[in-house]
């Protein structure tokens, strides 16, 4: 079974700063991925990036990237420069060996400030 | 390229009366799952399809809900007897299973805009 955990439910960031939103997760899986998903007002839920466990380095993918941090059992997301655009709900996922359901987190809102 | 359609956005509806959302993925794409997601939480797993079999369905998926891939193309869901905790955003994800390509590499699931389901 997969558990997510995200303590927290708001964040608030200066445009143009970087901003970490944490993610701890509980498999008893080998294997392993993570995913972060966007989900702004419009309700669509929208791909970020992914890490998988046996990754030796953290995934980036242009002003996202994750820090993976396996003994801690942390996937945090770290998103710089933030713009007006960002402000939305975020989403840690997991995905666990043999299964193909994600495991979603309860989510944290993040608002960027002019 | 067209992504996940989810067919209607809204729905209002009774307690008691019967529901069907329909789904349309991503054409090359033959995993097809739904989710649920109330207010103020994630997304949580209902069922999911590979081709026009139905390999997982989670507890959640009572005996009211039923769901079909007939083709391995588009899937339904549907809610029987409606009630007031069935009131949600229904969320339907596709995604490939070679992962080899640019899009869609990490076998990740792409999301339709969701159908809001709203019980009186």
């Known amino acids: 079974a997969q558990k997510i955990t995200q303590t927290q439910p708001g964040m608030f960031v200066q445009e143009k700063e970087a901003v970490t939103l944490d993610c701890t997760y509980d498999?008893?899986?080998?294997?392993?991925?993570l995913f972060w998903y966007k989900q702004p007002s419009s309700g669509e839920m929208i791909f970020l990036i992914y890490?998988?466990?046996?990754?030796?380095q953290n995934a980036t993918e242009g002003r996202y990237s994750l820090n993976f941090q396996k003994a801690r059992k942390s996937a945090n997301l770290v998103i710089s420069a933030s713009q007006l655009g960002d402000s939305a709900m975020y989403f840690c996922?997991?995905?666990?060996?043999?299964?193909?359901?994600?495991?979603f987190g309860k989510g944290t809102k993040l608002s960027v400030i002019p | 390229d067209t992504g996940v359609s989810q067919d209607p956005r809204h729905k209002i509806t009774k307690r008691g009366q019967n529901v069907t959302f329909r789904c349309d993925p991503i054409?090359?794409?033959?995993?097809l799952y739904w989710y649920r997601q109330t207010l103020g939480q994630g997304p949580e797993f209902l069922t999911y399809?590979?081709?026009?079999?139905?390999?997982?369905k989670s507890r959640l998926l009572s005996d009211r809900f039923s769901a079909e891939r007939p083709k391995g193309s588009f899937s339904t869901l549907e809610i029987q007897r409606t009630e007031q905790g069935d009131s949600a955003m229904y969320l339907c994800?596709?995604?490939?299973?070679?992962?080899?390509?640019?899009?869609?590499?990490?076998?990740?699931?792409?999301f339709g805009p969701g159908t809001r389901l709203t019980v009186l």
């Open positions: 994800a596709s995604s490939s299973s070679s992962g080899t390509s640019g899009r869609g590499s990490y076998n990740e699931q792409f």
């Open positions: 399809f590979q081709n026009e079999a139905q390999l997982e």
């Open positions: 054409s090359e794409h033959n995993r």
């Open positions: 996922a997991s995905r666990g060996a043999g299964s193909y359901q994600l495991t």
């Open positions: 890490q998988g466990s046996y990754d030796e």
């Open positions: 498999t008893s899986d080998q294997s392993y991925g």
